[in-house]
């Protein structure tokens, strides 16, 4: 059931495990609108999912990483093919139906970006299962674990919480991203969750307008057990960074984007790479920012190059302490 790919690598530093990969195809046009047929420009295809989109990016900025996730069908080989091209040592994992798609087009009229996002597939108890088997046996010496994106229909909410486990017999720090029920379903072992401030708002089901409310929203994580630290992406209003000790405010860097997909990805791989040398998680946070304004300068979810992100990280500004003690 499992495939080995390029040569999957046992003793990457960072494994990333992407549950509901997709094929990323993009293309522009120079108006949308219904009922015409659209006459789209050229087509790029990247492999996409959010540990996909993580491993990807660290392996540019000199990580070594490995991912494992599922995939089925003729869309599941070519995103197997494309991880494998991109030099990521992969662990598939074959499942019976196909691996999905996300489409996005470019208004070149307006600068407007569509972004269709078809229903991952359905997996069964048993690719489940080896999922988790495959993890275990790609990061049996892996210093970090990054979980990312949605989980697909048939998997029960609590399955992060799975993986979260798996880390903690393993001593692998876990960084997970994801959102709505796959976020909600985990109670205790994360090292660090970014969730961005929609994702952040709806786990706690209530309004955060300010600084103050994002800061309390994350502390209750933290307090409850469920992760040490919280990195909230805010998009153009930066990042937030929160752990038992520290609230932290980081400014974004201005600039053009030229695609939006894939930014927040980046930034869990910054962030990742820059623990696993050995930085505190506030300059990995700088490092992220960094990756996540270089990936919006890229089309579709093109990776930015490891010189875009180490001039942007220069840029960074120092962050705002922020008062902990909201309550």
């Given at each position: ?52 989109n993580v491993a990807r990016v ?91 994106g949605s989980l697909p229909i ?108 894939g930014a927040g990805d980046a ?61």
């Open positions: 059931m499992n495939s080995p790919g390029n040569g999957a690598d046992q003793c990457a530093t960072v494994v990333t495990l992407t549950m509901n990969p997709a094929l990323d195809i993009t293309t522009a046009a120079a108006v949308v609108r219904p009922t015409d047929k659209i006459r789209c420009t050229e087509t790029r295809y990247d492999p996409g999912g959010g540990g996909i660290a392996r540019v900025l000199g990580a070594s990483v490995a991912a494992v996730f599922p995939a089925g069908g003729p869309t599941g080989a070519l995103v197997s093919e494309l991880v494998a091209k991109a030099a990521v040592p992969l662990h598939r994992i074959d499942i019976a139906e196909s691996t999905r798609e996300s489409f996005t087009v470019d208004e070149t009229s307006t600068g407007r970006q569509y972004r269709f996002v078809l229903r991952g597939p359905h997996l069964t108890a048993a690719e489940q299962a080896e999922c988790l088997d495959q993890l275990r046996r790609a990061a049996a010496s892996a210093e970090f674990v990054v979980a990312s048939g998997v029960s909410p609590e399955f992060y919480q799975q993986v979260a486990d798996v880390c903690v017999d393993l001593g692998a720090l876990l960084i997970l991203d994801t959102s709505g029920c796959g976020l909600a379903g985990v109670t205790h072992g994360a090292f660090v969750m970014k969730p961005s401030l929609r994702e952040l708002r709806e786990y706690v089901g209530r309004p955060l307008d300010t600084d103050a409310d994002q800061v309390v929203a994350a502390q209750e994580l933290i307090e409850r057990g469920v992760t040490q630290a919280v990195v909230v992406s805010l998009g153009s209003a930066g990042a937030l960074m929160v752990t038992s000790t520290a609230c932290l405010r980081f400014s974004a860097i201005p600039v053009q984007a030229v695609s939006g997909v930034m869990v791989a910054g962030i990742t790479v820059g623990l696993s040398r050995a930085w505190p998680l506030s300059d990995s946070v700088r490092l992220g920012i960094a990756a996540a304004t270089a990936m919006l300068m890229t089309p579709g979810t093109a990776t930015p190059t490891r010189a875009d992100v180490e001039r942007l990280h220069d840029m960074v500004s120092v962050p705002t302490e922020l008062d902990a003690a909201h309550h």
